[in-house]
């Protein structure tokens, strides 16, 4: 008597199931980079818009927007008022820039200062930990948690490279 022979050995499933697990243990940790990193590309594509209504602003009025009456420390840089807050949305919003973006890509504020009588600005994201770090590195990071800052119509720090 012949034997038809339908479906499959527990072997043959067992090695299915392994190949599928290792396909997915290189992809998912890939997967998670490229979110990151789609997350500090959004956040850096609207700190570049925040960055332009403020240099229009400008324009017009020979300053930046004001950061609503913060006190800059000497020598210091990094903004520690947010972008919503007071004054600096009254002043550019909706004229020069229809909608302010308020968050960056993890849903943290955007800081925003104006320093030395509002004749330079800075904007800063505080990345993934939402903590803003007490030094600029300057220059590429490869952190998702690095700052990244945006200082009178440029980054001087940014994510770049390989991130960890």
């Known amino acids: 008597m012949k034997r038809n022979r339908k479906g499959f050995t527990l072997i043959e499933l067992l090695i299915v199931v392994a190949i599928i697990g290792i396909i997915v243990a290189i992809a998912i940790p890939n997967l998670l980079n490229a979110i990151q990193r789609a997350k500090q590309k959004r956040s850096m594509a ?17 300053r930046y ?13 990094l903004p520690t008022t947010t972008v919503g807050a007071g ?4 002043l550019v919003q909706p004229t020069y820039i229809k909608v302010l973006p308020l968050k960056d890509g993890w849903a943290n504020y955007f800081f925003y200062e104006a320093a030395n009588g509002a004749q330079d600005y800075a904007l800063s994201s505080s990345g993934k930990n939402g903590a803003q770090d007490s030094s600029i590195v300057g220059g590429p990071t490869s952190d998702f948690n690095a700052d990244i800052v945006f200082f009178d119509g440029q980054f001087i720090q940014w994510p770049e490279g390989a991130q960890r």
């Open 46 to 62: 609207d700190i570049r818009s925040i960055g332009t209504a403020a240099e229009t602003y400008a324009i017009d009025f020979n």
């Open 65 to 77: 927007p004001s950061a609503a009456g913060f006190t800059v420390p000497s020598g210091a840089f």
């Open 87 to 90: 004054n600096f949305a009254n």
